[in-house]
């Protein structure tokens, strides 16, 4: 799974939040929470001691998903609230929607920006490796062809 998210993809995405004057961190590591339910107070503390930079529903099954296919893949995430970082706020879907209106732009804007980028850019060898990593993290011999992973 390292890493988990391909790093040209990733650079793409920090230039152009990085031209859209966008605030974003370049690093750290998530915990997915099983949702649609928020984590407990003692998990958020939990996976803040542990080092986790963010918690989110949504980051973790697709990067699996797309390792496993060969699928070169990044992803961006809004921060809706703070969660245990900050003392003073309890999260609420009041809170989460209100700041997610509030910012949406900002996502939909990077995209946008992104997918030009994206678009000039070739591709074969990045898909490549990622089809040959899939390819070598099956537990079959070479001798068994999966088509969709064919390099």
Not at 81 to 87: A, H, L, S
Request: aromatic share 8%; with cysteine.
């Amino acid at each position: 799974m390292h890493p988990a998210y391909n790093e040209k993809l990733r650079k793409i995405l920090m230039a152009a939040a990085t031209e859209l004057k966008l605030k974003f961190h370049d690093k750290g590591w998530g915990v997915c929470v099983n949702g649609p339910r928020y984590s407990s107070r003692g998990e958020s503390l939990i996976f803040k001691s542990w080092g986790a930079s963010l918690m989110s529903m949504t980051m973790f099954p697709e990067c699996c998903l797309a390792k496993e296919l060969g699928i070169p893949y990044a992803t961006t995430a809004l921060i809706t609230d703070y969660d245990c970082w900050k003392e003073d706020t309890q999260v609420s879907m009041e809170l989460v929607m209100k700041t997610f209106k509030e910012n949406c732009h900002k996502a939909k804007n990077l995209l946008v920006e992104a997918v030009k980028r994206i678009a000039k850019e070739d591709w074969k060898e990045e898909i490549r490796i990622a089809k040959k990593g899939a390819r070598d993290a099956v537990m079959v011999g070479p001798e068994v062809v999966i088509p969709h992973l064919v390099v």
